[in-house]
């Protein structure tokens, strides 16, 4: 059965950092592009960052620069850490293979709130 679970998720102040952490269940993942999506109020669900199996890493225009996606070695967790955070990066933050049309379950994602 496939599960992810997000965390890491919270209140920080404009310029902060968070580390999001997502657990992914099933071998499935092992051998798959991962990718950090977030969904804004309002807005479709959109990618922000994706690592293929061998290590490439891409990242969408609002975030380059200032987040980072990584996997440990095993390869069943993958990491995103968020630096210079700003209002418009409040989101609810998930994460799951890329692209999101080959996704199939999601989890509950973790909230990000940015505000002073």
């Known amino acids: 059965q496939v599960q992810l679970v997000e965390s890491g998720g919270g209140l920080v102040q404009p310029g902060g950092s968070l580390r999001l952490s997502c657990e992914a269940s099933?071998?499935?993942?092992?051998?798959?592009?991962m990718a950090w999506y977030r969904q804004r109020a309002g807005n479709k669900r959109e990618w922000v960052a994706f690592q293929t199996e061998g290590g490439y890493t891409d990242y969408n225009e609002p975030v380059k620069g200032r987040f980072t996606i990584s996997r440990d070695s095993a390869k069943t967790k993958v990491y995103l850490q968020m630096t210079n955070l700003k209002s418009e990066d409040t989101a609810v933050y998930y994460c799951n293979v890329f692209p999101a049309r080959d996704a199939t379950d999601w989890g509950q994602g973790t909230q990000v709130t940015v505000a002073s």
């Open positions: 099933g071998s499935i993942f092992r051998r798959s592009t």
